[in-house]
């Protein structure tokens, strides 16, 4: 049973280079969402997807962009790290659209960008 | 703005009875969840209240007061395994859920 599937689980990367998390869930959730989380603030919504076809910007979205080719995948891009994009990404999933169920997470993707 | 505010930190004791607060100000309310973090892995889903009143499952309880816009997580017969992050999260007038920084718990022998 692998549920949400996230990589790299870690990565140092320089800054200005390009990168992609990757997001793979066998739910056959409809929704998915990629949030940052750091230190002493609560979880951030930098963007999701409602529905395969479908994405939305959430409260953090710059630097930042993602596609839903598909149910299963959810890719997060960083066109060009930042040392502000130092985090913790979480992927998440919901069955439903909306949050009005319980979300499954990744086990998260620590990047660092120097 | 919205705003989830819960104590950063708690210390308790194995055996005993802990209560977070969580209070909340956001735009519209669709519900309100209670997960729990252990360090360095992915929260995982504990409640979901969205009427009034206490929804008791085993060891944690979770209580919501929408007119006074408060909740609580009551963990009862602590364990050691309950050292963790609390998070608490309110869904908005979008569906969209606003999450508070979390309670790290503290169980100590």
């Known amino acids: 049973i692998a549920g949400i599937t996230q990589a790299p689980t870690s990565q140092i990367l320089a800054a200005g280079r390009r990168m992609t998390l990757r997001c793979t869930q066998d739910?056959?959730?409809?929704?998915m969402y990629w949030y940052r989380q750091d230190l002493g603030l609560g979880l951030r919504l930098i963007h999701y997807?409602?529905?395969?076809?479908?994405?939305g910007k959430g409260e953090v979205p710059d630097g930042y962009s993602v596609s839903r080719a598909n149910t299963d995948d959810f890719p997060l891009t960083l066109a060009s790290a930042v040392p502000s994009q130092t985090s913790v990404y979480f992927c998440?999933?919901?069955?439903?659209?909306?949050?009005?169920?319980?979300?499954?997470f990744g086990e998260g993707s620590r990047l660092t960008v120097l | 703005g919205q705003n989830i505010d819960q104590p950063t930190e708690m210390t308790a004791t194995e055996g005993a009875i802990v209560q977070i607060n969580c209070t909340y100000q956001?735009?519209?309310?669709?519900?309100l969840f209670w997960y729990q973090q252990h360090a360095g892995e992915a929260p995982t889903f504990l409640s979901y209240?969205?009427l009034d009143g206490l929804e008791e499952k085993g060891r944690f309880s979770s209580f919501l007061s929408r007119s006074k816009g408060y909740s609580y997580l009551l963990l009862k017969e602590l364990q050691m395994k309950d050292s963790a992050s609390y998070l608490c999260?309110?869904?908005?007038?979008?569906?969209?859920?606003?999450w508070g920084a979390g309670t790290k718990l503290i169980i100590k022998p």
């Open positions: 956001t735009s519209g309310f669709n519900g």
């Open positions: 739910m056959r959730h409809n929704a």
């Open positions: 998440a999933s919901s069955p439903g659209t909306g949050s009005t169920g319980e979300l499954f």
């Open positions: 209240n969205v």
């Open positions: 999260a309110v869904s908005d007038s979008n569906y969209q859920l606003i």
């Open positions: 997807s409602n529905t395969a076809g479908t994405t």
